[in-house]
């Protein structure tokens, strides 16, 4: 997607270097963009688990190349198979709620037996995460087109009207490889002409709605306004609202949806005033096996000076000040669950469907 006047990706192969992963390092956008290396098993974790890199989709992507870097230690280490394993459970181990990690780990390694010599392995752990990354942008990239027909939809009774879109946290490109998931229908809205504006709630703690929807957004030339988090059932009440479009990080097979913590406030509030709640997903998002969301699916709790500590940038320099007392405990809880009896619909690569069982397994019959 557009940064000033280039095009990036999240994620990618250094030209020239093929041992090498490059990301944007996410915690200092807006204010900074840096973009990292990652060489090692070890630093790519530690960008799972310290957020350099975050976002359901760009989770998958990065442990998806964490396995071909895996095979590269392994090659030079003393058990091949051993090596690999272990790096599988470090990776999956960074973060519990979104299901993309798990996916990509475990599709490298059944890909990655298929090899018949450890050379082999190799290349085929370099093919593999080359294919998870650029199906989630191509993925990404559909969920857009049929995301755009309900915009559409909604432009024919606005009779041309400004549409105000409300998204919470950051399911967009920085989410993913390109295009994001609840921004895709955004950009292919904006793209085609159409008069849209979206509500970007901040999503404290961590503010991944204040720092990188906006800046996507901002880079892209499309309208829009940061809120407070909790503005957006007054704006809902008020009409100012036409649809909520948001990620998930774990979608059961039944239609509940994690997603980054407050999501659910938000689809009460759209529930009481008739707006309608959108969540736009991969297919990689879904959790096949789990039927009950709300008691099952695993809520990562992050560290409590999240809550504590804010950042910004200060005399041009990225600061965190402290915002509550500095005894005061705080909690801080990634991501709650929507069920979906509250979703409108899911948006996904092949198509729209609701937020239930049999619609779900229609649009994917081979899960069933
Ligand atoms: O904690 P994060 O930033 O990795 O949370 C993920 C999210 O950005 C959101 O929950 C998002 O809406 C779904 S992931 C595309």
């Known amino acids: 997607m557009k940064v000033k006047e280039g095009y ?10 093929k041992k090498t992963i490059q990301i944007i390092d996410q915690r200092s956008l807006p204010h900074e963009f840096i973009i990292k290396d ?45 090596h690999l394993n272990l790096a599988a459970k470090q990776l999956t181990a960074t973060r519990p709620t979104a299901v993309n990690l798990a996916w990509a780990v475990d599709r490298q390694l059944k890909a990655i037996q298929k090899g018949n010599n450890n050379q082999e392995k190799v290349d085929i752990a370099y093919r593999t995460a080359t294919e998870i990354a ?68 901040e999503t404290r703690p961590r503010n991944q709605g204040a720092r990188l929807t906006a800046w996507e957004l901002y880079e892209h030339g499309v309208p829009h306004t940061v809120i407070p988090d909790n503005v957006g059932g007054h704006l809902m009440q008020h009409g100012q609202v036409d649809l909520v479009i948001t990620g998930t990080d774990r979608t059961t097979y039944t239609g509940d949806v994690a997603n980054k913590i407050g999501t659910y406030l938000k689809a009460l509030s759209a529930k009481d005033n008739n707006v309608p709640f959108y969540v736009a997903l991969p297919s990689s998002t879904f959790d096949w ?76 019959p081979e899960h069933k």
């Open 134 to 201: 650029d199906e989630d942008a191509e993925y990404c990239r559909k969920i857009g087109e049929f995301g755009l027909s309900l915009i559409e939809e909604i432009q024919l009774k606005k009779k041309g009207k400004r549409i105000n879109i409300l998204t919470h946290c950051n399911a967009g490109w920085l989410a993913f490889v390109d295009y994001g998931t609840a921004t895709s229908p955004i950009y292919a809205a904006f793209d085609k002409g159409i008069d849209i504006h979206v509500w970007v709630d």
């Open 38 to 82: 990652l060489n090692t098993v070890d630093q790519v974790a530690e960008a799972i688990k310290d957020m350099y890199v975050r976002g359901a989709g760009l989770i998958g992507a990065t442990a998806g190349y964490g396995m071909y870097i895996a095979t590269l230690e392994a090659l030079v280490s003393n058990s091949f198979d051993e």
């Open 8 to 17: 990036y990706r999240t994620i990618w192969i250094k030209q020239g270097d």
């Open 289 to 364: 096996e789990m039927r009950d969301g709300c008691t099952d699916i695993p809520i990562e709790k992050r560290d409590e000076n999240e809550v504590k500590y804010i950042q910004g940038l200060c005399d041009g320099e990225i600061k965190k000040v402290l915002l509550t007392p500095l005894e005061s405990p705080a909690a801080n809880y990634a991501f709650d669950v929507t069920p979906g009896r509250l979703v409108t619909g899911l948006i996904t690569e092949r198509g729209v469907c609701e937020a239930n069982e049999k619609s779900i397994l229609q649009l994917f």
